[in-house]
């Protein structure tokens, strides 16, 4: 059964600091993996994409990792700020294409002054 | 680029009553887009694929009659919620697929139209 798990469900740092979200996977086969923020009442933001070559990937503070062996990816934010509050959505594409894509359920930061 | 943007971005209806939500793709054109709904502190769920000039592609459990999917050329998909019910208060949020530049297949999402019936 092709899933998508994401851990911590939630998450609470203090402005600064810096945090890793996990999410580990069972889609085969698979295509690629992307991490999504998603602002309350927003839709979702790309942040990172990475196909099954690929190990690591930045995008500012933001750092992905892809261990393709053990399905896993994490999500690194460093020198978190307070406009980092959100949902990160682990999605995984099992196709080459678009349509076939599996959402993890999220983990739920929020930074704190 | 790749920019998609909904209307309207919140709408309260009275039970009973229609309601559509417009979905275009701003500054690429899509051969598919595709409708989620995403319930509070829930992942979101596609509700239909959506392709230019054809009739949509529903998920199990989603009624094609209730949720109609119109997409009328490659900006523009409009979802029709019939006879909307208290149960189809939900966020929903559509996307576009286009080729990025590095040749993947990528969804591209709208902001979300927070949909409230009474």
């Known amino acids: 059964k092709n899933q998508v798990e994401q851990s911590p469900q939630s998450l609470i740092i203090l402005e600064g600091k810096n945090c890793t979200l996990q999410?580990?996977?069972?889609?085969?086969?698979?295509?690629?993996l992307r991490w999504y923020k998603q602002d309350t009442g927003r839709g979702p933001v790309s942040l990172t994409i990475?196909?099954?070559?690929?190990n690591t990937k930045s995008n500012g503070r933001y750092t992905a990792t892809l261990d393709a062996d053990t399905k896993q990816s994490s999500l690194h934010i460093t020198a978190s700020q307070l406009s980092d509050s959100a949902s990160y959505i682990c999605?995984?594409?099992?196709?080459?294409?678009?349509?076939?894509?599996?959402f993890g359920t999220g983990t739920r930061l929020t930074v704190i002054p | 680029g790749a920019v998609v943007s909904q209307h309207p971005s919140r709408v309260i209806c009275k039970s009973g009553t229609s309601v559509k939500i417009e979905c275009r793709s701003l500054?690429?054109?899509?051969?598919?887009m595709f409708w989620y709904r995403q319930f509070p502190k829930q992942s979101l769920m596609l509700m239909a694929t959506?392709?230019?000039?054809?009739?949509?592609?529903?998920e199990q459990g989603v009624e094609k009659d209730k949720f109609l999917i119109n997409h009328a050329s490659l900006t523009l998909s409009t979802l029709t919620v019939t006879s909307a019910h208290p149960e189809d208060s939900s966020f929903y949020i559509c996307?576009?697929?286009?080729?990025?530049?590095?040749?993947?297949?990528?969804?591209?999402f709208g902001p979300g139209t927070r949909l409230t019936v009474l």
């Open positions: 996307s576009a697929a286009r080729v990025t530049s590095g040749g993947a297949n990528e969804q591209f």
């Open positions: 999410c580990n996977y069972t889609v085969s086969p698979f295509s690629n």
């Open positions: 990475m196909t099954f070559s690929e």
């Open positions: 999605v995984v594409s099992a196709r080459a294409g678009a349509n076939n894509l599996f």
């Open positions: 500054d690429f054109q899509a051969t598919t």
């Open positions: 959506s392709n230019e000039g054809s009739k949509a592609t529903y």
